[in-house]
């Protein structure tokens, strides 16, 4: 007889999104390329920083939240650059590489998150074999 022990995620989205969380995210509904869609369900990014407000290259960007992701494929797309708002080097990293991505999304579009990395892993392995 086989046994299946199942793994409560009773640590997942407790309270709100916080600064230094694990996340996943969805896309904005403008964002319909498949291999962002498919990227962010299997990708988790951390909370920066809550709030306010930050210009890169002329533009102002306002938003809830700014993600920082460090899993890039290496064949990116135009699409999956274009994705980013922008790049920023990792300063515990001196190859010199910009090896940080980073996107703001508003907090309707964070559907997980939880303090410890590894409660999203597991919760992207359940999914991927549908457990």
């Known amino acids: 007889m086989m046994i299946i022990k199942f793994q409560l995620y009773e640590k997942l989205n407790q ?18 390329a ?24 002329g533009r102002s960007i306002e938003s809830d939240h700014l993600i920082y992701f460090t899993d890039i494929p290496q064949n990116k797309s ?13 300063k515990n990293d001196y190859s010199g590489e910009f090896n940080i991505y980073c996107k703001f999304f508003n907090s309707r579009n964070i559907i997980y998150w939880s303090k410890d990395k590894k409660d999203l892993e597991r919760l992207l392995k359940t999914n991927k074999y549908r457990l």
Request: hydrophobic share 25%; net charge negative; with cysteine.
């Open 78 to 90: 135009f699409d999956m650059l274009n994705f980013f708002d922008f790049k920023r080097r990792d």
């Open 34 to 57: 498949p291999e962002i869609k498919e990227y962010l369900s299997h990708s988790i990014g951390r909370i920066n920083r809550i709030g306010g407000e930050e210009y890169h290259s």
């Open 15 to 32: 309270g709100v999104p916080e600064e230094g969380d694990y996340v996943i995210c969805e896309p904005q509904s403008f964002h319909n």
